[in-house]
């Protein structure tokens, strides 16, 4: 099994956090692809940084077509869930896969950011991922960051702190820390936090191995089947060929749907 991980924001630090994590997760037999998007920002923290990281986040997996499965590695999951129109192959986020794994864990959750501007952001994204009803809350730290790279080591106790809170003050029974640059931090503290506490990537990778192993087979069709043709300028010259790849995969399907409906006929 081959899975493309690809952090949507420029830092190389964060990178590595999320190889380092990724690895630790994933199966032995599962081989990584790690990347770093081409531009954008230094770490996402708004919606429209998440915008920009969406079209980056395309040009990776235009680039990189030879996989059987893709994991966004941002919290927010910029992009999500168009990047399930444009690949033929289980795509999925940290956000979306650390949700699903907090809710098997328990009734109500709590998120733990790492800036009090993104928590808007955030809170909506678990709203449309249908687990709003679920949300004990979302607390962040609230001073200024030093590095991207360095959040968990600069801020280790203040994270812990938050995510106790959580449990003791908003009842939540799952914590999850959000974001890349908080890869592996989990596994170093959950000793210190009452509760069962998800790494985004960690359940990124390990949920992504189940989908493709599932062979549940791509969207043909419904409202993540693959764009419809049309005039278009612009793109790169790798992202349109893969436009062009899903598109005509799409019409042949709808051709042999077509034919098997009139034989039945």
Not at 27 to 46: D, Q, S
Not at 225 to 240: C, F, M, Q, T, Y
Not at 257 to 262: L, Q, S
């Amino acid at each position: 099994m081959r899975l493309l991980v690809v952090n949507p924001n420029i830092s190389d630090d964060v990178t590595t956090l999320i190889r380092t994590e990724a690895e630790r997760s994933a199966a032995p037999t599962t081989e990584l692809v790690v990347r770093t998007a081409p531009y954008g920002v230094e770490y996402i923290e708004t919606r429209f940084e998440s915008l920009i990281a969406a079209g980056a986040v395309a040009q990776v997996i235009a680039e990189h077509r030879d996989v059987d499965g893709i994991v966004v590695a941002a919290f927010g999951d910029p992009g999500m869930p168009a990047l399930k129109e444009l690949a033929d192959v289980p795509v999925l986020g940290i956000t979306e896969a650390a949700l699903c794994a907090a809710a098997l864990q328990g009734q109500r959750f709590s998120v733990i950011a790492i800036s009090d501007r993104i928590t808007a952001w955030y809170r909506e994204c678990v709203e449309r991922f249908g687990f709003g009803g679920r949300l004990a809350s979302i607390r962040s730290i609230k001073e200024a960051l030093r590095g991207i790279g360095t959040v968990q080591n600069d801020f280790r106790a203040p994270l812990v702190e938050l995510a106790r809170l959580a449990v003791a003050e908003d009842g939540a029974d799952v914590v999850v820390l959000a974001g890349a640059p908080l890869a592996g931090l989990a596994r170093e503290v959950a000793g210190e936090i009452p509760v069962p506490v998800v790494d985004g990537i960690g359940a990124g990778i390990r949920f992504a191995e189940a989908l493709v192993g599932l062979k549940s087979g791509p969207h043909r069709a419904g409202s993540f089947a693959v764009p419809p043709r049309k005039a278009r300028s612009g793109l790169s010259p790798e992202l349109d060929a893969m436009l062009v790849s899903a598109q005509a995969a799409a019409s042949a399907s709808d051709g042999s749907a077509a034919t098997i409906e009139g034989r039945a006929q």
